[in-house]
């Protein structure tokens, strides 16, 4: 199996199973995670208190799990499509939706996480207090 996609999937079964030291331990120090400005989590954080913010304020949002179901390397890095299942905290609306994430691995740390997700049903589940821009 490809490195980076073992980096990757490490990651996600440590996620999984709420281990956030394990996922921290796979996080480059220079880390940099994007998702798009419309939604509260969203933006360009930097740094492991960046990814640890981005992370708190996703789960103050959601109660979400992602499920991969594909793993494509592509060089440094590896993209995972699957889906983001579970419930919006605020309006206990349920989350179902496609997900993209794309992972840049160096030296066998997570340098890069770029998540794109169907921000539409993801607005509409988190309904429209929680929408932004």
């Known amino acids: ?8 999937r490490r990651g996600y079964e440590a996620y999984a199973r709420q281990d ?12 940099e995670v994007v998702q798009t400005e419309l939604l ?30 594909a793993y ?11 889906k983001l299942r579970g419930t919006a905290r605020a309006s206990g609306k349920r989350i179902d939706l496609d997900i993209v994430h794309v992972w840049t691995v160096r030296d066998g740390r997570l340098l890069r996480f770029a998540a794109y997700i169907d921000t539409p ?6 309904g429209e207090e929680s929408a932004r821009g």
Request: net charge negative; glycine share 8%; charged share 20%.
């Open 1 to 8: 199996m490809n490195e980076n996609v073992e980096v990757v």
């Open 20 to 31: 956030v030291a394990a996922v921290m331990a796979l996080v480059d120090p220079d880390i």
């Open 40 to 69: 509260p989590w969203g933006g360009v954080h930097r740094g492991l208190e960046g990814a640890q913010t981005f992370f708190r304020l996703l789960a103050e949002h959601t109660d979400a799990m992602p499920e991969p179901v």
């Open 72 to 82: 494509i390397p592509a060089g440094n890095d590896v993209a995972v499509v699957g």
């Open 121 to 126: 049903a993801m607005l509409e589940a988190l």
